[in-house]
Every structure is written in C-alpha cells, then in structure tokens.
C-alpha cells in the first residue's frame, strides 16, 4: 500500500494526504471506533515452554500485560527494568496473576502453577548507554538465544536529557533500544527452528516527526524542541530501526514473494499499540485528573492495556509464514500491516533506517 504522497498533482497530493491522515487515525486504536477492533486473542497464543522472551520495560502498561501472557504460558521472561523496587512489584504481581484495568489498577486472578514460567529482573535503564551494554551481557550470561526481543519501553512528552546528554525521549526509546537490539543480535541470530523476532513498539505518532523524521543537528547538539515533536521523531525512530534490522537481517521479499529461512534470519516488525490507558501519560497533570474525575471518558477513547499488548504479542506469534511477509512492515490497529510515513515506504524507509543505524553506533563508539 502506498501513501501516493509522491504525485506531482498538488491537489492530488493533498487529497492523498488526507486520506493518509484519516486512514492513520481511524487505525489508531481508538475505543470509541467499534469496528475497529482486536481480531486476534490470547486464546490464540500457543504454549510458550522453552522460549526465551526479552521484554524492556516490562514492569508496566504493554509491557507487563505482554510479559503476563508470555509468563503464563510458560516462557522463561526477561523485564529489563530501570527500577528495582518497580520490577519487584511487576514480578510480584506477575506471580499473583495480575492484570491491569483501564484505571492501571490491578486486578488479580490465580496463576496455573502447572504452565507458569519463570521471571527475571534484569536491571537496564535505556538512558544510559553503559546500562544497556551491562544489561546486555548479562542476558549472554544467562541465556544462550532470545527468540522475541520486544522494544518496548519509552517515554512521551518529558523534556531533560540522558545520561550521555541526548534529549530524553530520542536518547530512550530510540538509541537505548538500537544498543540493546545491536548487542543482542548475536543471540537473536543463533540457529533455531524458528526465526527470532525483533518488535519494536512504534506509535501512530510517528507522523508527527520532523520532515526528513530525525532532525540529527539537534541531537548533535542536545537540543531540546516541543515535546510532542520529539516523541513523534522518536517513534519515527522505531519503525527506522525496525527497517534497518529487516534490511540487514531478515528475510529477502521480492514481488511479494519471500526467500526461504535462511540462517540467522531475523523477523522486525514496527507496532502501533493502539490508544492504551497506561502509566504513560500519568506525568500529564489533566491526563491524571481525566482518568479519576472521567472515567466513562477515558473508557470511551482508551483500551486496557491488555488489549494494547495484543498487536505485539500477535506480531511475535503470527505464524512464520505471514511474518516473513510483515517482517520490516508497520501493524496498526488492529492486526493489520498499516501504512507508515511516506519517507519510511520503500526505498526511502531503507537509507534512513541505514542512516540511524549508523548514527547511533557512532555514539556507541564515542562511549568507548
Ligand atoms: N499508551 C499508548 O497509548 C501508546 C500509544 C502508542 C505507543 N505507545 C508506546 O508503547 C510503549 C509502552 O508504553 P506504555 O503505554 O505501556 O507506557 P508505560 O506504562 O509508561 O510503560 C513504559 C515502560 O517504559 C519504561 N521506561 C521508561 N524509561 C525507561 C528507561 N530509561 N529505561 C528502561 N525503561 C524505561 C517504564 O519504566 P518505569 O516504570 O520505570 O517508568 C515503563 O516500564 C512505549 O514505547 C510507548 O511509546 C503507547
């Protein structure tokens, strides 16, 4: 599918335009759209013994409701977590069946002893590079392959700067997880049966970004912008990276028509999550008064996030066959290959996947 954003016809490019905007919001994720709906369930999810899944942060919102279902059917889960006492909780909770409404309180229901997993803390904040790089070599030390790496974690709408100086929010969700997704795929490209799969949360956002989707003189500088803007460059930023680990790793597709598994083949997917009620926006003053003051409100615009995790969760599970198809694409709501911005389509998407890889291990090399 293409955005046709490319047409000479200015009116043509505008109706385009249009359509892309209208199309991007429907699928959004919005509860009060009612055919816009899950199609896919956890029913659907088979037993996950002996798969080894790496969540970053999996103490709250998507992350722990993605870390839940893996957890109960058996996988041996991973939460990289930036706070100790927050991934105490999260396991905690994990343990007792915890599942989260849409005001983020838990609910609890019990566990089946029999199928449950195993859970471990591994301590990773993505705002500092040195983290990342410890928390990556201790999952070597513990596991010998991932089979689903979800980069998941981030940040919306906070100004400040990382650890190394970057904006917060790019220096979180973009360049912790290009780190992290670098240093792991040794694991992730160890033989197996079945590919792994690198899932990167993305957002509808993403359409915000920059023209051209990074503005790399601002990073260079540590420049702070609106807010809003630099999230929407970062979520850019995700479905780039999720391009570049397709690009450089996953399957071959020409004419719709796929290679077969080849060694060390890597499935990346970009994923919208949808309009989840989530700890996310808790640092907004009215988004905190919305949800205790309108509750009816916030149930008629935002989904759990149980229901937030299931287009992750179904781009790591689909079979192998349709995720060879989707790998390098971008799901929106729901369960559906969406369509990205115009300068992430195609050719276009490819170089700037290349240039923010390659921008990002040039600051990895600077902290060396
Ligand atoms: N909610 C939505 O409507 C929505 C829509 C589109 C996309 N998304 C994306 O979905 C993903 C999950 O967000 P969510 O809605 O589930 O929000 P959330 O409940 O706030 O979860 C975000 C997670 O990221 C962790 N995190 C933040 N900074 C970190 C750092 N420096 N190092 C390690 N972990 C860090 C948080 O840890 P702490 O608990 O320690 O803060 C938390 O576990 C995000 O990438 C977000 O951009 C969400």
Not at 161 to 183: A, C, D, E, M, W
Request: charged share 15%; net charge neutral.
């Amino acid at each position: 599918m293409s955005t046709a954003t490319t047409t000479t016809n200015p009116v043509a490019a505008l109706f385009a335009w249009l359509w892309f905007q209208i199309l991007t919001f429907v699928h959004s994720g919005w509860m009060f759209v009612p055919w816009v709906r899950p199609h896919w369930h956890l029913e659907n999810m088979a037993d996950q013994r002996d798969r080894v899944v790496v969540i970053t942060g999996g103490n709250s919102g998507t992350g722990y409701a993605t870390a839940s279902a893996y957890y109960t059917r058996g996988a041996r889960v991973l939460l990289l977590c930036r706070s100790a006492e927050r991934a105490a909780t999260a396991v905690a909770d994990l343990k007792r069946g915890g599942v989260a409404n849409v005001l983020s309180q838990m609910e609890y229901s019990p566990v089946d002893d029999k199928h449950a997993g195993t859970v471990e803390y591994i301590p990773c904040d993505l705002g500092d590079l040195h983290s990342v790089h410890e928390a990556a070599r201790m999952i070597a030390e513990r596991v010998d392959r991932v089979d689903v790496l979800f980069a998941n974690a981030g940040v919306l709408g906070m100004s400040g700067h990382t650890k190394q100086g970057y904006p917060l929010q790019f220096g979180t969700n973009v360049l912790g997880h290009q780190r992290l997704i670098s240093l792991l795929l040794p694991l992730l490209r160890k033989p197996r049966p079945r590919p792994a799969r690198v899932i990167s949360i993305a957002s509808a956002a993403h359409i915000t970004a920059p023209p051209g989707g990074v503005d790399y003189a601002a990073l260079d500088k540590g420049a702070t912008r609106d807010a809003l803007l630099e999230y929407g460059e970062s979520k850019w930023g995700n479905v780039a990276l999720a391009k570049y680990v397709h690009a450089h790793y996953g399957p071959t597709c020409e004419d719709g028509v796929c290679s077969v598994p080849a060694p060390g083949e890597i499935f990346s997917i970009a994923v919208h999550p949808g309009i989840v009620s989530t700890n996310l926006f808790m640092h907004f003053q009215t988004a905190k008064w919305l949800s205790h003051t309108l509750t009816w409100a916030l149930k008629l615009v935002m989904s759990t996030a149980s229901i937030g995790s299931l287009n992750q969760i179904w781009a790591a599970e689909v079979a192998d066959s349709a995720a060879r198809e989707l790998s390098g694409g971008y799901v929106w709501c729901f369960q559906e290959r969406g369509i990205e911005r115009a300068d992430l389509v195609g050719a276009a998407g490819a170089q700037a996947g290349d240039k923010l890889w390659t921008w990002c291990e040039a600051q990895a090399a600077r902290q060396e």
